[in-house]
């Protein structure tokens, strides 16, 4: 196998593996929180480290052939099939590494000063090794087994970061919502998986790795299951799981309630590296889609609905957290549209800048949400430009960066996916995209415009944050602005060698900073008016709630998809747990089976047990009985 | 009302063998009914003599000595039996003071 | 005349055997059923003797009407007994379900026997010889005649060990 057994590999993912290890179980007794927090975040920059020196032999390599491998061990062997636990760097994984490994590393410095005080302080940088752990395995796996496992993994790490302060049921909830609805979307990805693996056992490939499994590809389109090809199958499966992992519709519900975590673990897990794991897996397994383009279809247009949805729901938020939890699960969708639409290195492109600016939008939230002791409402917010000046700098780069405005790297990444989009022919969902691009400006700017304009409305005292917080923010915000150019320059041609060179119209470009400008425009208008139209005391919300009432109270509640899913589905389900419980668990499998059994048993023992009476001349009448009977047996036997 | 009886020096195997069964029976009647432990014992003995009795009867028809030593040995075992018996009698009469076999009751449920 | 004489002496003492044996089972005092039993087993002796069983009917007496109701007579004498017990009347159920066992047995081991019922036994017979039956008690019989010895070794020691008062 070419490009086999390239050690380094390897190093990436140990040295995560051992903060966990260390900070679990050393962390409270022995360190303290400074050693913590520098053990935890040193190890992610060892992975950065190494990700970067791979990343170097990885180019010395001609265009055509860059692979690196390294196997580590083999983890299943059933015969003529084998898995093993192999590494694979490719352009793909690289990229993936290094923005996973470097923002994570920008991460855990600011966390430092974030979760400065927490009782759970190194358990919480365990979890977030845990987390780059999975993580690493999950873009550096050869294999979709392994995949999977890391897929589990970060599953995992999320469920224990969102619910880290678990004595708050809250919380705790959100942490298993996200969890339980990932599940539903494990299930279609497993289904896909076992489907894959049969129809490649089918045809004799018995090997996983992805690149068996891209040279065999046409064996998937050439079978069928059930009546339904089954490449198309596999792709749409393997989707759902996207879609649980990555919060599209329809299992995107437990994004927005995952903000209960600290915002350190929103900004790394739910913006920056989780959630893009389900757009990594469709670029990985793209050949499978490039078999079956009805697959991309269904990806296209659940990209577009979402994105789209998503964005009409931020716009009526008032939770910082949750503005921006909306808007990832829309950007989101906009990777999905890349994908769907067959440019997966645009979907890529998106995720790395994407990356940076909602990294660090999420953590200058964290940090006014620190500043502020805790509060999280925009409308008791306002005025901070004056009092974190830092703060504000640093996230009105990142409103530049997310509405698209050049030279910014939103803007870069947006722009190539409508234009992807628009000369893949589906023009309703250019459309719809251009629309959701401006809605993004609209509230994002609003977000801005509430927390950091006008006056303060709130009553606590508002103090900008520490150095160990600002500084990642800095160069998150460095990497928002240059990022787009450096990377529309060297990652496309990077991540697909051999694509011809993009020719950008100029008309696409014009229309798409037309709409961010729109949106921002109408969000000063409508917000800023609001603000500087008198009213200040009472504050509530005017215009757009006032004008249509029942519409804002509509997109308020999220369209109530919640409250739809616990009448439809959760409350049957519980309804019927309960049934279950009661009727044949209690009733059947207790009362009747188990007590039923000893009772049957009690009751025979007390029936044969009156025969022993004590009494001699009973037993002896019993005796002669018997003897009577035994006779009487052998004399039949012996006439009849 | 002499020649009723038979004038042969025989009689029939049936009678002896019924008369062993009939004394073996109102043995175990008596074990069964009577409520004396001692008087228990004897209805035992009754029944072995019963027993002995048909195995005299089956000595003589087919003629065989065989029986008849099996005879003797139920004696020694009848014998041994009573003695041990009896003593345990007396025993249960000092302890309990009654010799109604309805009071051992020990072995009840 | 001596055929007949000697039926007559069988249907006789048959008649004393049942009698002897209703009185066992029927009588109220305790001694009264012992001295009944003791005529049964010395008209069954009788009983031997007539039909060639000499040295069982001998030893008939010895044994069991000498020594087996000497010990019963002491035992009753022993325990006071000789009254009959204050007992409630027996209940019908049990006098019937006694009685039908003791019919059923008696029935049912009078058909099983009715294989054999051609035969006669002849009254006052040629004995068979004390040394033909010493002869299969010694050689044919020898180890049921240990176990036997030891029978009655286990019998008396249990007896002697039962009648201490203190072990």
Redesign the interface.
Known sequence: MEGNFYPLLKWMILPPLAGFVLNGLLGKKFLSERAGGILGSLAVLLSFVFALLSLSDLLNLPAADRLLRDTLFTWISAGPFTVDFALRLDPLSAVMALVVSGVSFLIHVYSIGYMHGDKGFHKYFSYLNFFVFFMLVLVLADNPVLMFVGWEGVGLASYLLIGFWYEDPEKASAGKKAFITNRIGDAGFLAGLMLLAAVMHAGGVYALDFSTLSANAQLAAGASFAGVNAAFLIGVLLFVGATGKSAQFPLYVWLPDAMAGPTPVSALIHAATMVTAGVYMLARMFFLYEAAPAALDVVLVTGCFTAFLAAVIAVAQRDIKKVLAYSTVSQLGFMFMAVGAGAWAAGVFHLTTHAFFKALLFLAAGSVIHGLSGEQDLFKMGGLRKHMRTTFILTATGWLALSGVPPLAGFYSKDLILEKVFTSGAGFVWLTGLLTAALTAYYISRLLILAFMDNYRGREHAHESPAVMTVPMGLLAALSVVGGMAGAAWLLPFLQPGAPPEHHSALMIAISVAAAAAGIIAAFLITGRRIGGGHHAAWCPRSLAAAWPRLHRLVYNKFYVDEIYEALLLKPLARFADWTFRVPDSKVIDGALVNGTARLFMSLGRTLGAAQTGNAQFYAIVFMAGLCLLLAAVLAGYYL | M?HF???????????????G????????????????L??????V??ML??A???L???????AS??P??W???M??????????G??????I?RRLGT????A?????? | MRPLLLTAAFYLLSGAILAGAAGTVLLRRPLYCALSLLFTLLATSALYILLGAELAGLLQIIVYAGAVMALFILAIHMTGQDEPLKTPPLPRLLLMAAGAAAAGLFGLLMLAATRFFIAFVKLAPEPYSVAEQAGLIFGRYTPQFELLSLLVLAGIAGAVVAAKKKL
């Open positions: 002499i009886l038979p004038l042969t020096d025989s009689v029939p195997l049936a009678h002896i063998v019924g008369l069964v009939a004394v073996f029976a109102a043995g175990a009647f008596g074990f069964l009914v009577r409520r004396n001692i008087v228990l014992l004897m209805c003995e009754l003599n019963g002995n009795i048909v005299v009867a089956f000595s003589r028809a087919p000595p065989d008849q030593v005879v003797i040995f004696f020694a075992v009848a014998a041994a039996e009573a003695g041990v009896l003593a345990l009698a007396v025993l009469w010799l109604d076999i309805d051992l009751k020990g072995l009840r449920g």
